[in-house]
Structure formats: C-alpha cells, structure tokens
C-alpha cells in the first residue's frame, strides 16, 4: 500500500489562491501598461531574474542566492527610476478606476462649486469646421484632473466654449495655433500647451505629433483628447491611450455625451 503522507507536504489554503490570483492581477496590469514600449523587455529581464532568484532560494544555494539578493535590494531603486512613467500610469489607473464609483456607493462630489455643463455642440461644429477646412488642432478635455502643469505651459484663455473660440486659436496664422488647447467643464483654460507625447514603439509612424500627444496625455491621464489632421481633415479622438481614426462629427458627439453629459 502506497502511503500518501508524503504528498501532503504542501497544503493550498484560499488566502494562497487568492494571493496567486492578485500577484498575476498585479503582473498583467503592468504589462498592460508597458507593452509596446521599449521598457517591456526590461520588465521581461527583471522577471525572470527574480524567478531565478526564487529557483536558487528553493535549492539553497546560499551563496549564489545572496548575490542575487544583494542585486535586487540595490535593484528596486532602480526599478523606480527606470519605470518612473509606467509607475505614474499604473498609479493614475488605480487613482481614477471607477471600480467602486460604478454602483454610486462611493460616489461623492468633493467639489462644492461644480463647473457649468460642457457646451458638446461648440466643440462638434468647430472640429466639423476645421476638418472640412483642413485646419490642424488637438483639444484636451479635462476629467478629474485638471491638469494644470500641462495649462501652466502655454498661454491662459479663461473663456467660455465657443465655435468661433476655437477655430480662432488653431487659425493656422494665429500665434496659439501651434499647440494643445485644454478644456474644463465649459472654459478654456488655456492654448499652445506642451504635452507629452507617447514611447509606445507600435504607434503609427504615418501619423504626427498632434497624435503622438494626444495618445501621450490620454495614457498619463484621465483626459479625453480630440485630433484633427492637418493633411487629411481626419477627425480622430483618443481615451486611455487608444486612439480611434476617422470620428464623423455624430460618432464624436456620441462619444463626447457618453462621457460628459
């Protein structure tokens, strides 16, 4: 007869399946974050050096395990100055999750003087307009975060929303065309921003820089950015650093009030 007491050395309890389950939560979501980037092959080295750490651990291998030790002591400094924008976006992601504001059980507005209802119309006719007129712009509208390190790189406006606002400031002779325009609740706060642009290594190269920001502020941000091509009209809209190509002004405007209104 086969005694079994040997196999019962290890003993899976919940607490270690839920465990399990949160490590690879934890793990996919980093990915997530830094796929496509040139930072994913650095996350796949770091990975499996600690894999062969936790092997040399299992084996005792004493000395060995030490000096893997001491690198990844020295190397989880490191690890935050090399992820040091994957680590803002992963914080962003759990900061402005709406995983509990879904069922309005935590759904509390901390701002007593709310912003005036955004004006969704003025900003579908302007890029209408612009994109029938080939005028290049990107608009940034704000969410949570209002950005205002972003707002505080260009020129402030502090205007109401308006149609004839707009294609003003991205009039290709105007001096406020050349940069992002940022919009909160129903003003524009500022022009000419200067905003991050995207690292990810599988962004079309076709495509320009108005693009690039706009991916690029989306993914270090909660924002909603509106593009419109300067070479071929395209009306294109970017969330969470997806961008989507060919927007009409009706797709846009669904897009817009599903957010905002």
Request: glycine share 6%; proline share 2%.
């Amino acid at each position: 007869m086969v005694n079994l007491a040997i196999y019962t050395f290890i003993t899976v309890h919940l607490i270690d399946v839920v465990d399990v389950l949160l490590v690879a939560l934890l793990i996919y979501q980093l990915y997530y974050l830094i796929k496509g980037t040139a930072a994913i092959n650095i996350f796949i080295g770091i990975l499996l050096f600690y894999l062969l750490w936790i092997l040399v651990k299992a084996l005792n291998m004493q000395l060995f395990g030490s000096i893997l030790g001491k690198f990844i002591d020295v190397g989880f400094i490191a690890l935050l100055i090399v992820f040091q924008q994957e680590l803002r976006r992963f914080l962003l992601f759990i900061g402005t999750s709406d995983i509990f504001t879904k069922g309005k059980i935590f759904d509390f507005k901390w701002n007593m003087n709310p912003t005036h209802k955004m004006d969704i119309n003025a900003i579908v006719k302007a890029c209408k307009n612009m994109s029938e007129s080939k005028t290049g712009a990107i608009i940034i509208i704000t969410r949570n975060n209002e950005l205002k390190f972003y707002a505080n790189t260009g020129d402030a406006i502090e205007a109401k929303v308006s149609v004839r606002m707009i294609e003003s400031i991205f009039y290709k002779n105007s001096p406020l065309h050349d940069g992002a325009l940022i919009i909160s609740g129903n003003e524009i706060v500022a022009a000419r921003c200067v905003l991050p642009v995207t690292e990810n290594n599988e962004f079309p190269a076709h495509l320009g820089m108005r693009h690039r920001a706009a991916v690029g502020i989306t993914e270090n941000s909660d924002a909603i950015a509106v593009v419109v091509s300067e070479q071929t009209g395209e009306i294109s809209f970017s969330k969470e650093g997806e961008l989507k190509h060919g927007a009409t002004p009706e797709r846009l405007r669904e897009m817009l009030e599903k957010e905002f209104a």
